[in-house]
């Protein structure tokens, strides 16, 4: 049978609407580890939170550290950064402004943080293709991957569009461990960021339907998200390399790297992907 048409899209905040070789998220890491100590917390704990209780902010409340009034403290102060590492991307805006499908901002930070990338990107003026942001409030500060998360993106999805369904819905991120609860609830997936930042070799995620470099190239593997005209731009790039275990038809199938490098860190609910210093 033909698939089911995708209704709704879901994209990803950080390190998949802006790629800037994870120098925001360093920032973002930084502010953290100047705040624990006022919490009493030493930063190298928050690690073995994260590994204890999924996110580091949900450890901190578990353990007492802090309730929903310092949750949104420590949340603002976690994204008191400087953006200057995220830059204006017309060809992006271009690309995203040709959208026909209703689409939200799915992050794993405060609305506010997805607000202010927006309009570093050059994005805000898209505001009015994006039905809205579900952030760590929205998941009532739960990790991003857990399935409440995303049982409640679909609910929000659902104020707009009630008969939506889980295979009427598609997942842009960059996070395997975030692909993978999608696909498990029944979503399209497309995995952003086609190489390893330990090693530069090629990634690969069995729950994805296609993996692609950036979010510009999205066109290429699900024209029909977009109006005519960009799926025409996108007709003579060269192709994208959809998931070589789900997508039989792959031209060339991409290697596995070790699992090691797979490995997640997610601190105040932000998915990071690779060794944070704390």
Not at 108 to 115: D, L, P
């Amino acid at each position: 049978p033909p698939p089911t048409p995708t209704r709704c899209l879901f994209l990803d905040c950080d390190d998949c609407l802006y790629q800037n070789e994870w120098k925001t998220e360093k920032r973002i890491t930084a502010s953290i580890n100047q705040y624990l100590p006022k919490l009493g917390v030493a930063p190298d704990r928050a690690f073995s939170l994260y590994q204890q209780y999924g996110t580091t902010l949900k450890g901190l409340m578990a353990e007492g550290h802090l309730n929903a009034a310092g949750a949104e403290a420590f949340l603002v102060n976690a994204h008191s950064i400087d953006y200057c590492d995220i830059q204006a991307d017309p060809a992006l805006a271009d690309v995203l402004s040709k959208l026909r499908t209703p689409s939200w901002i799915f992050t794993a930070g405060t609305s506010e943080h997805a607000e202010r990338c927006l309009a570093h990107l050059g994005l805000d003026g898209l505001r009015r293709y994006i039905e809205g942001i579900i952030d760590v409030r929205s998941c009532k500060f739960e990790s991003k991957h857990s399935e409440t998360s995303f049982a409640a993106a679909l609910r929000a999805a659902r104020e707009h569009d009630p008969s939506l369904k889980p295979e009427e819905c598609c997942l842009c991120d960059d996070s395997v461990r975030n692909i993978t609860r999608a696909k498990a609830m029944g979503w399209r997936t497309v995995l952003v960021g086609d190489t390893e930042r330990a090693t530069g070799l090629p990634r690969t995620c069995d729950a994805a339907d296609f993996v692609i470099p950036s979010l510009h190239s999205l066109p290429s593997v699900m024209p029909q998200l977009f109006l005519e005209e960009v799926v025409e731009e996108e007709a003579e790039a060269p192709a994208t390399q959809p998931s070589s275990k789900r997508m039989r038809t792959a031209v060339v199938e991409r290697e596995k790297s070790p699992e090691s490098v797979e490995d997640e860190i997610i601190v105040h609910g932000v998915e990071r992907r690779g060794s944070i210093e704390m």
